[in-house]
Every structure is written in C-alpha cells, then in structure tokens.
C-alpha cells in the first residue's frame, strides 16, 4: 500500500505562508527570467492561466483581474519542502522524494484506519508549516497517483467528486461498483504516465476513461504502445510494477545551464557563467561521492531573437577524474575560451559532467609529468569538504572560485528575477519580525 503526499500548488503556497496578504488573490510564480508561469493558485487558474503560459501574455491580468506574479524563490522552495517531507515521512515506514512539492509513502504494515493517520498527518503539516496538501492511498504508485489527483478536484470543484474524497482519498477503501464509477469519471489523460500524445492515441481508438484504460489488455498495451504503458494498464489494475525507490542511485550527468537575463556577448562574463556552473555541478557531484572524466561546455544565441545565430559545444576531456571545483572550473573556461566566437549575443550557457564513477575507484597511473612542473596531482579533498560546509552553513557561493568573478548586481549574466521574495528561512537579516 502506498501513499502519494502532495503539496497543493507548492510554490505558490510557500509564498502565502510569509504573505497572508495572497491567500483569496490570484498568485503566479514565474520561471527563470520571469519567462513564463510555472505555478498557480487555484484563482490564477480560474483565471484560465494554463501551466507555462508567458508572462508577457498574461501581464495584462495584473490590472484587469489583480494578479500578483512574483519570481521563482528555490531557495525558500527546497527549505519549505525539507520541512514538508521530515513530517510526511511520520506516515509509514518507508519514504521516497519523488519531487520538490510529491513523495511516496508506504504504508506496509501500518494498521488501523488509513484515512485518518493521514487526515493527522495534513493536519499536522499545515499547522507545523502553514503548507496546504492532498494525500491518495492505493495499493499501487500510479493508483495513488490518482487518487491524490482526485483528493485535489474533488477539494477545489466540489460536486465534480463525492465530497468526502477531498483531502485524504483512500481508493482501496471503496466498494468495486464505486471505484468503477469513479474511474469512469475520470479524464484518461489524468493518469501518470499518460502524456497528452498517448492520451490522444487512446481515444482515438474509444479509450477515453481510466476504467476503459484498465480493463484493456496489458499485452495489447505493449503492442500497441510501449512497456511503460503495459506497466501502467497492470498498476491500475492493482498490480504493483513500480517499487518504492528509496534510495536512488547516483546520476549518470550532472548538468548545470541557466538563461541569462539579459543577452552575453564578452568572453569575460561567459567564463564567470561557467565556472560557476562547474562550481555547482562540482558540489553535486561530492554529495554523490562520485567524479567526473569529461566536461561538456555549451552556449547558444536566442532563436527568437533577430540578429545573427550561434551553437557551440566541445567536450573538454580531463587527465585524471575529478570532484575538485577549482580542476572543474578551469577546464569549463578553457573550453569556453577554445569555442567562444566574438559577435554573437548569448542567452544561454551551460556545463554537463559525464562519463561519472565513484569516487572509490581509483586507477593508477604512469609518471609522465615533467619532473620541471609542480605536481598536479595536490589532494584537495579536504579544502572541498571545508568549503562544502561553509556554503551550506553560509549560503551558496559565500566561498568560491575566483574566476566566477565577484557576486552582485555587476554580474551581466545572472538571471533576472525582479519579484523575488526574500528568504524568509534561510536568512537571518530576511526573518519575519512580528510586532505587538
């Protein structure tokens, strides 16, 4: 048995819980950039702002219906959602983080009524951090998927589903006739992992509801379409398929790519974008205890700008595998310097680290160095953990390479994020202060 936990409208629930002032208001925030919208309150979607709708589309709604848009705060984001997750976690034995605002519980082993261990959980969350969420109970990862979706409609369209089901739905719980006429009501496309080109696929061929879906023939599925599908046809049919995976593995790449706010056509600033971006994969990539033999430097020029056009890549290769920030750093300018082409206005850059293995595999080497240089070969794993500490203690970037250049509004590559609230966790100076 699991459980889905899922925070309702995260972001922008997170933003409400330091500004009270935004509950009843339609609230978006809005990506990197300020480009488009990336999470709404239920009143921005009543608006018929859709999901990744550009901001300079909807701008209007600002005067016109009171929108309020404000800037995306992953700091304050992740803070919120650790908080989150610490208490969702006292549902079960065994937790998975799906995503920032999702995790799966199970619930194996866990006796007595469902429903209310995990309408006390939501109590609990709410009242611990302010943050409003939905939790769906079903044998299967895809089937409380659904039933956290319908906890969701049922909870913000009252009638479109029996009332009691918002909040905490336990699909196991329903006598078959119910549950049959509650997956006929429901849209096929709402299932997980049923994107809208198979969901167009599907009815096209008379699959329009999720009970239609369940009762199709796995290996018709897999013939008809892919494994993945197979696998969910037999979730929704109360087959487990999809393990609770607690534990993930280390990635295979780390990337770090952002957007500029405003156009890069210097050398200078593009080294500072991506050393910095080395410097965050590299701390990613020690959190993961693993080290990286090659780089992957990129940048381009805006297709929806006029002017002239330009991609390029290289793959800087490294002698030995690394974790170092500073090896990382360097090798990601030296791959910006070898490909950097004068003329063109960049809007994005980005450093991939690939081809990764674990730190505890160690290969031996002949000595070819020039017995003139200075060994390369300096240990700097305990300077890296130093300043893994201080960061996280700190804040990221409070230690940093030297060539990132210095922090601050000189920087011409940082993103633009003019609505950005402050961090209300995790800066001392940016902590409310409540007054008597």
Known sequence: MYALVDG???????????????????????????????????????????MAAPWFQIRHLEESAGLVALSANFVLYGDMSDRMMTLAAGLGPTQEIYSIDESFVGLHGVRGDLVARGRKVRARI????????????????????????????????????????????NMSALPAQDLDDVLQATDVGDVWG???????????????????????????????????????????????CIDLDDAPGPKQQIACTRSFGKPVHQLGPLIEAVSEF??????????????????????HTSPYRPGPQCSRSVVVPLRRPTDDTLALAKAAADGMRFMYVAGYQFIK???????????????????LCDPNEEPATRDRSRLMAAVDVIN?????????????????????????????????????????????
């Open 278 to 299: 080395a410097a965050r994969a590299a701390e990613k990539l020690r959190k993961q205890n693993s080290l990286a033999t090659e780089l992957l430097v990129f940048m």
């Open 194 to 240: 049923v994107g809208p080109r198979i969901s167009k696929q599907l009815k096209e061929g008379g699959i329009c509801t999720v009970l239609e879906l369940t009762r199709m023939d796995p290996a018709t599925a897999r013939r008809g379409w892919s494994v993945t599908l197979e696998k969910t046809v037999r979730e929704l049919q109360g087959l487990p």
């Open 349 to 367: 850059a980005g450093v991939i680290l690939v081809d990764l293995q674990s730190a505890s595999v160690q290969q031996q080497e002949l000595d």
């Open 126 to 169: 709410l009242q611990w951090t302010g943050l409003p969420t939905c939790i769906g109970i079903a044998p299967t990862k895809t089937l409380a998927k659904l039933a956290n979706h319908i906890s969701k409609i049922a909870e913000r369209k009252p009638g479109s589903y029996p009332a009691e089901f918002a909040q905490v739905f």
């Open 8 to 50: 309702n409208n995260f972001y922008v629930s997170c933003e409400r819980v330091f500004r009270p002032s935004l509950n009843g208001r339609p609230v978006v925030v809005l990506s990197n950039n300020d480009g488009c919208a990336i999470a709404r309150s239920n009143e921005a979607k009543d608006l018929g702002i859709k």
């Open 392 to 436: 996280t203690r700190f804040g990221k970037g409070t230690v940093h390479a030297g060539s990132t250049g210095k922090p601050g509004v000189n920087r011409v590559w940082t993103m633009k994020q003019e609505r950005r609230t402050p961090a209300y966790t995790t800066c001392l100076a940016d902590v409310p202060v409540a007054r008597a």
